[in-house]
C-alpha cells in the first residue's frame, strides 16, 4: 500500500474532519508523506503540520486551486507550496470572496425550490465560514434532507453546470493560478486528468497548455481509477514529460468508499512528483 498521499481534504474545504483527525488518521492508515490539498485554502496548514510532527507523518503544504481552461473548470494542486507567498495568498482570498458570494447564490436557488433551511444547514457544516462553502456541501444538504439519494444526483440534479442551482464561477485562468504555485515556490500538478469529461485530443491540448504555462505534474494515480486509465494517464506523464502524482482525494464521510493511502502504485514508467521535493525519498 502507498505510504504517500498528495491529495486530501480537510473542513477548511468540504472535507469532514479538521487536519488534526485526518493527520491522525493517515498516521493509523500507515501513510508516512501527506499533503493536505483543501479547495483554494492553506488555512489548516499550520494545524496539519502541528499535528504531523506529534503522529511522525511529514507534511507538505499543497493547496487544489480551482481554474479556468478553455472555458472549462480544472483544478490545479500545488505542493510544497509557502502559505505565506502574497501573491498567492492574495489570488486564494478572491476565490474565497467568489465562493462565498456563489454559497449565498446557490442557497437562493434552492431557497427558491422549497428548501428554506438549506443555507443554515450548510453554514453549520464549514463552522460559519462562508468562504469554504462549496457545492460539496450542498450536495452534502440535499442528500441529509432527502432531496436525493445520494451526492452524485446532487450534482445531476440541481448542481451540476446548467441545473437549476448552477453558478457560473469567475475562477482564475489556468496560467494565472500556475504563476501563483510558481511564486510561492511550489510544483503545480494537474488534478485527476482523467475526470474532466474530456476526448483524448482535448486532454493532449490542456497537458501541453498546462506545461508551456509552467505545470511540471499530473495525478496518475487517484482512489478508484481503473487501471487501463491510470497505464493511460501514465504514458501522457511520460509523453508530456511530466512528473507522477498520487493522492487519494480523501474528504471523508461524504465520500465513504475513499480511503487515505488506499490507491494503485505508480507505474514503472512514471517519474514520481516527490523527486522534486524529496529527492532523498524512495518509498512509494
Ligand atoms: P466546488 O469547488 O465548490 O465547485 O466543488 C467541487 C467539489 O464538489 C469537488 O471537489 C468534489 O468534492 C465535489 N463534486 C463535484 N462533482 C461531484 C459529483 N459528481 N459527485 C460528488 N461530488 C462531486
Ligand atoms: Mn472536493
Ligand atoms: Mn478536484
Ligand atoms: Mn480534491
Known sequence: ??????????????GSQSPQQLVALAAAAGVTVLALTDHDSVQGLA???????????CIINGVEISAIWNQQLIH??????DPENPLLTEGLAEQAQARAKRGRMIADKLVALGMEDCWTA????????????????FARYLVESGKVNQMQRAFDKYLGTGKPASVPMP????VTALGWIKAAGGVAV????????MSQTKLRALLAAFRAGGGEAMEVNTA??????????????????????????????????IKLGRFAELPANCQPVWQKFMPD????
Do not use: K
Request: charged share 20%; aromatic share 8%.
Open 1 to 14: 500500500m502507498p505510504s504517500i498521499d498528495l491529495h486530501c481534504h480537510s473542513l477548511y474545504s468540504d
Open 47 to 57: 494545524e496539519a503540520r502541528a499535528a504531523g510532527q506529534e503522529l511522525g507523518v
Open 76 to 81: 490545479i494542486v500545488g505542493l510544497n507550496i
Open 122 to 137: 450548510v453554514l453549520a457544516m464549514v463552522e460559519g465560514d462562508e468562504n469554504r462553502v462549496g457545492r460539496a456541501h
Open 171 to 174: 475562477w482564475a485562468d489556468m
Open 190 to 197: 494537474l488534478a485527476h486528468p482523467a475526470r474532466y469529461d
Open 224 to 257: 478508484n481509477e481503473r487501471p487501463n486509465i491510470i497505464q493511460n494517464l501514465a504514458l501522457l506523464a511520460q509523453r508530456f514529460e511530466l512528473y507522477a502524482s498520487q493522492g487519494s482525494d480523501y474528504h471523508g464521510v461524504s465520500m465513504p468508499w
Open 281 to 284: 525519498l524512495t518509498a512509494a
